[in-house]
C-alpha cells in the first residue's frame, strides 16, 4: 500500500467507498497515470466528466488530484477533480500573436504546487522581459516563484545578472546553478522538502531535464545540445509528468518536481492579480499621483513621471507595466467577446432546432 499523503494528498472530507483517491503524474492524449494507494494505475475520464467539463480547464493536468473507480483489469476511470490550491495557466495562442485567441482556449500547465521554479539559462538567450512574464502568471497562479538562472558553469560573471534578475523582481528568490557540477543545488532544498511540489517553467535549452537528473541522482530525462546560434535547444520533455525525488539527509520522504515541455510562447491570461503582485512597486507609487484619475503623461505632481526622471523607476519597467496590463485587458475582452458569441450561436441553434420541430421552419 502506497500512502498519497507522500504525494502532497490532504483528505478534507472522506471519499465514497467506491472512489479511490489518487494523483494524477502523467497525462498524454486522453490517458492518465494516476498513483493511488494500490500503486499507479492507467486511467481515462469517465463519459460524465466529459460531458459536465465545460472548459478545457476543468479537465485533470499533471498535479490534480483526482477520485476514480478503479479497475485492476483495464482502464480505471476518473470521475471527478478535487479543488485546486494553486494552478499555473496560459492563453493558448495559435500561430503568432494575440489575433489567433480562440474563445475558452485556457491551457492549464500543472496544479496543486508550492514553488514555481522559473528557470532561464545564462547564455545568450537570457532575457528579462520574459523572466518578468512569466513572473506574472506565476504570482497568479498561487505559487511562490523563485527565478533559477542554469549552466553558472559556462558563465563566469553570473553575479551582473543576477542583479539584473532582482531589478525586476525585488521580491522573488534568485538561485544560479549548475547541474553538471552540481554548483548552488544546496540551496534548492529549503523548497525541496517532504511532500511539497515544485513546478519547472522555462524555453526549451533552459536545463529543466538536466537539473531534474541532477535532483534525481540518475536519468530520468534525455537532454539535447542546444543550437550554437541562439542558445535555444529543442523539446527534451515531451508532455507534463510528476517525479517524487530522492529524501534530502534526515528526511523519509522526497519532494516532488513537475517537469514540463518548454513553452515558446507564454500567453497572458486573468492575470490581473498577477500583475499588481508583480508590479507592486509601480502600483504603490501610482497612489502617490495627485490626482487619482492621472494618465501618468503630461499631469503635474504625477509620481510615476517623478520617478522615471530620477532613476527610481526604470522606464524599461514601467513599459513592461503597460504592456502587460494592454495585453490582459486585450485578452480579456476579446476572450469575452468570443464566449459571449459562442453562447448566442448556441440559443440561435437551439431556437431554430426548437422551430423546426414545430413546423416553422
Not at 551582473?160 to 557540477?181: E, G, L, N, R
Request: hydrophobic share 35%.
Amino acid at each position: 500500500m502506497i500512502d498519497i499523503k507522500h504525494y502532497g494528498y490532504i483528505e478534507t472530507e472522506a471519499p465514497p467507498d467506491e472512489l479511490l483517491p489518487g494523483r494524477v503524474i502523467e497525462h498524454q492524449r486522453t490517458q492518465y497515470t494516476v498513483i493511488t494507494e494500490r500503486g499507479e494505475v492507467t486511467a481515462v475520464l469517465k463519459g460524465t466528466f466529459l460531458h459536465d467539463a465545460a472548459l478545457r480547464s476543468d479537465l485533470p493536468c499533471v498535479g490534480d488530484f483526482v477520485l476514480l473507480q478503479f479497475n485492476d483489469s483495464g482502464n480505471s476511470r476518473i470521475t471527478s477533480l478535487l479543488p485546486r490550491h494553486s494552478v499555473f495557466s496560459r492563453l493558448d495562442v495559435f500561430g503568432h500573436g494575440l489575433a489567433h485567441i480562440k474563445a475558452n482556449r485556457e491551457q492549464i500547465v500543472a496544479a496543486n504546487f508550492d514553488y514555481v521554479f522559473i528557470m532561464s539559462s545564462l547564455n545568450q538567450d537570457f532575457n528579462t522581459n520574459r523572466i518578468v512574464r512569466y513572473l506574472t502568471q506565476a504570482w497568479q497562479s498561487g505559487g511562490q516563484p523563485v527565478v533559477i538562472l542554469t549552466k553558472a558553469d559556462l558563465t563566469p560573471d553570473f553575479i551582473s545578472k543576477i542583479a539584473d534578475v532582482q531589478a525586476v523582481a525585488p521580491d522573488v528568490p534568485v538561485h544560479a546553478v549548475s547541474a553538471h557540477t552540481g554548483f548552488g543545488l544546496d540551496e534548492l532544498s529549503v523548497y525541496l522538502q517532504p511532500r511539497k511540489t515544485v513546478v519547472f517553467l522555462g524555453m526549451s535549452g533552459v536545463g529543466k531535464s538536466s537539473l531534474l537528473n541532477a535532483l534525481m541522482n540518475q536519468d530520468v530525462m534525455t537532454v539535447k545540445e542546444i543550437r550554437e546560434d541562439d542558445s535555444r535547444g529543442r523539446h527534451t520533455t515531451t508532455h507534463r509528468q510528476l517525479f517524487m525525488l530522492p529524501p534530502l539527509t534526515g528526511k523519509t520522504v522526497g519532494a516532488m518536481v513537475i517537469d514540463t515541455p518548454g513553452m515558446r510562447e507564454l500567453g497572458l491570461l486573468g492575470a490581473d492579480e498577477g500583475i499588481s503582485t508583480n508590479f507592486s512597486d509601480v502600483e504603490k507609487l501610482m497612489g502617490r499621483c495627485r490626482f487619482s484619475d492621472c494618465q501618468h503623461k503630461t499631469e503635474p505632481d504625477c509620481a510615476i513621471l517623478e520617478a522615471i526622471r530620477s532613476g527610481d523607476l526604470p522606464a524599461e519597467r514601467w513599459e513592461q507595466y503597460l504592456k502587460q496590463k494592454r495585453e490582459n485587458k486585450l485578452v480579456q475582452d476579446k476572450s469575452g467577446f468570443l464566449r459571449d458569441k459562442h453562447a448566442r450561436n448556441k440559443d440561435i441553434a437551439k431556437w431554430s432546432r426548437q422551430e423546426k420541430k414545430r413546423g416553422r421552419l
